[in-house]
């Protein structure tokens, strides 16, 4: 008999995995969170690397959305280490579980920080050590399948590299707190610990989703030139208005004068 919690079967890829019963779990939650971190970031280019099959660009309105990475399927195959991206190219750039399977995570960022433009945002969505999946990926270290082979980031971690890197947190949330079960039926059975978890233990979700913009020292920002031009207005307005009154009062004082 095979326990709801174990896999028989090892998946090739992580987008084999996501195919799965708890891989549509996941993917159901991190779909939602991602389209809110998108929806709002404008601009012209938006580049998702890795998993091509799913489109964590589609809520954001840019342009020019184009997915890259390591499998075929996307507009171009690239190692997220070494991307053919012009450099302050990209206003948004989303990570959906790229750094847990790349050999030089540190490495994805430093590219990441190059290809974003000054403010651009970064989206990543990672696995959290710190819970009962966490803990599955430990007794799951030396398997190779999706996605217990991966070596998990915890999110103080993932702050630390990009704070180093200029990045500032401006969003994020964990979630899937149900034990990482391979039937929905058990996992609709413990659908109760999602909003459990969300009170009583938030950072113990089984996955991450966090946005940060790239902050670059001594920026000024431009202000478009019709504010200029409404601000210049307003001062000569000011000036004028000032000298109106100095002429009122200077007319004036010789009145009082002769009244006394």
């Given at each position: 008999?095979?326990?709801?919690?174990?896999?028989?079967?090892?998946?090739?890829?992580?987008?084999?995995?996501?195919?799965?019963?708890?891989?549509?779990?996941?993917?159901?939650?991190?779909?939602g969170?991602?389209?809110?971190a998108?929806?709002?970031?404008?601009?012209?280019?938006?580049?998702?690397?890795?998993?091509?099959?799913?489109d964590?660009?589609?809520?954001?309105?840019?342009?020019?959305?184009?997915?890259?990475?390591?499998?075929?399927?996307?507009?171009?195959?690239?190692?997220?280490?070494?991307?053919p991206?012009?450099?302050?190219?990209?206003d948004?750039?989303?990570?959906?579980?790229?750094?847990?399977?790349?050999?030089?995570?540190?490495?994805?960022?430093?590219?990441?920080?190059?290809?974003?433009?000054?403010?651009?945002?970064?989206?990543?969505?990672?696995?959290?050590?710190?819970?009962?999946?966490?803990?599955?990926?430990?007794?799951?270290?030396?398997?190779?399948?999706?996605?217990?082979?991966?070596?998990?980031?915890?999110?103080?971690?993932?702050?630390?590299?990009?704070?180093?890197?200029?990045?500032?947190?401006?969003?994020?949330?964990?979630?899937?707190?149900?034990?990482?079960?391979?039937?929905?039926?058990?996992?609709?059975?413990?659908?109760?610990?999602?909003?459990?978890?969300?009170?009583?233990?938030?950072i113990?979700?089984?996955?991450?989703?966090?946005?940060?913009?790239?902050?670059?020292?001594?920026?000024?920002?431009?202000?478009?030139?019709?504010?200029?031009e409404r601000?210049?207005?307003?001062?000569v307005?000011?000036?004028?208005?000032r000298?109106?009154?100095?002429?009122?009062?200077?007319?004036?004082?010789?009145?009082?004068?002769?009244?006394?």
């Amino acid at each position: 008999m095979t326990l709801p919690i174990l896999e028989p079967l090892q998946k090739s890829t992580l987008a084999d995995w996501l195919a799965t019963d708890t891989g549509r779990y996941l993917l159901e939650w991190e779909k939602g969170q991602v389209d809110q971190a998108v929806e709002d970031v404008f601009g012209f280019n938006a580049l998702q690397i890795g998993l091509p099959g799913v489109d964590f660009l589609a809520a954001n309105r840019m342009p020019l959305r184009f997915y890259a990475g390591p499998e075929s399927g996307g507009s171009l195959i690239a190692d997220p280490t070494r991307l053919p991206v012009a450099t302050h190219s990209l206003d948004l750039l989303v990570l959906p579980h790229v750094l847990e399977f790349c050999s030089d995570p540190h490495q994805v960022l430093r590219e990441a920080e190059r290809v974003l433009m000054p403010e651009g945002q970064i989206v990543i969505c990672g696995f959290n050590p710190f819970s009962l999946w966490g803990l599955k990926s430990l007794l799951y270290q030396r398997r190779p399948g999706y996605p217990w082979r991966g070596e998990f980031v915890a999110l103080s971690r993932l702050r630390d590299w990009l704070k180093l890197l200029g990045f500032e947190l401006n969003g994020g949330k964990f979630g899937c707190y149900a034990p990482a079960f391979q039937s929905a039926a058990w996992l609709q059975r413990f659908s109760f610990m999602e909003a459990a978890g969300d009170r009583w233990w938030p950072i113990a979700g089984a996955v991450y989703v966090v946005r940060a913009v790239k902050r670059v020292p001594g920026m000024r920002r431009v202000t478009p030139a019709w504010r200029r031009e409404r601000r210049k207005v307003h001062a000569v307005a000011s000036v004028a208005r000032r000298a109106q009154l100095h002429l009122v009062n200077a007319t004036a004082e010789p009145d009082k004068a002769d009244e006394r």
